[in-house]
């Protein structure tokens, strides 16, 4: 499984790529049919509260493609976010099967 993390007008601190890392390896645990994992994290001009914007691109082998967009105070409230909307369709899609 792949991991693509770009960030977006901003340097990415370490801490914050291993905390998503971590969210999504749990994700991948739960759902093992995700092949690729794209995040894309973007500071949401101009400087206010609500600023931070992810966006989650998932690639399931023969499903569409899972996207969610999120914008919140802070990069890790907004991977949260992301990864329940993603994991609530990824249900969907198992329970379809």
Do not use: Y
Request: aromatic letters at 4%; hydrophobic letters at 45%; a neutral charge.
């Amino acid at each position: 499984m792949d991991i693509n993390i770009k960030a977006i007008h901003f340097d990415i601190s370490a801490k914050l790529t291993e905390f998503i890392n971590k969210k999504v390896e749990k994700l991948t645990r739960r759902h093992p049919a995700v092949s690729f994992v794209d995040i894309t994290l973007k500071v949401v001009k101009p400087e206010t509260a609500l600023n931070k914007n992810v966006m989650l691109h998932i690639a399931v082998p023969q499903q569409e493609e899972i996207v969610a967009d999120k914008t919140a105070d802070t990069f890790e409230e907004a991977i949260d976010l992301c990864l329940e909307a993603a994991d609530r369709q990824l249900e969907k899609i198992k329970n379809k099967k």
